[in-house]
Nanobody, 120 residues
Framework: QVQLVESGGGLVQAGGSLRLSCAAS????????LGWFRQAPGKEREFVARINWAAGTTSYADSVKGRFTISRDNAKITMYLQMNSLKPEDTAVYYC?????????????WGQGTQVTVSS
């Protein structure tokens, strides 16, 4: 059973930066994919970024391209989301996710979420 634990959320002013972490336990991801999603109050959960673990290839939502960077540390089995130039509309609960496979868009498991609040 894979467990995903997020950390690094908090309160930041617009234009600031935060780095989120997602620590995975229970397995290694020799051929898998992880991602970040977010859910703002009253809105549906939306895709933010994804990384294929072995190759390190990434993809992003248009709304965060050029501002957010997803990365991973194989040794620590930890994924990161570096968020720069934050905007108030980035305020949401951010969730770490493990995809069902490297090719899948369906999510197999979620972390508990971490709150990010960007003040104007």
């Amino acid at each position: 059973q894979v467990q995903l634990v997020e950390s690094g959320g908090g309160l930041v002013q617009a234009g600031g930066s935060l780095r989120l972490s997602c620590a995975a336990s229970g397995r290694t991801f020799s051929n898998g994919a992880l991602g970040w999603f977010r859910q703002a109050p009253g809105k549906e959960r939306e895709f933010v970024a994804r990384i294929n673990w072995a190759a390190g290839t990434t993809s992003y939502a248009d709304s965060v391209k050029g501002r957010f960077t997803i990365s991973r540390d194989n040794a620590k089995i930890t994924m990161y989301l570096q968020m720069n130039s934050l905007k108030p509309e980035d305020t949401a609960v951010y969730y770490c996710a493990r995809y069902q496979s490297i090719w899948a868009t369906a999510v197999a498991s979620w972390g508990q979420g971490t709150q990010v609040t960007v003040s104007s």
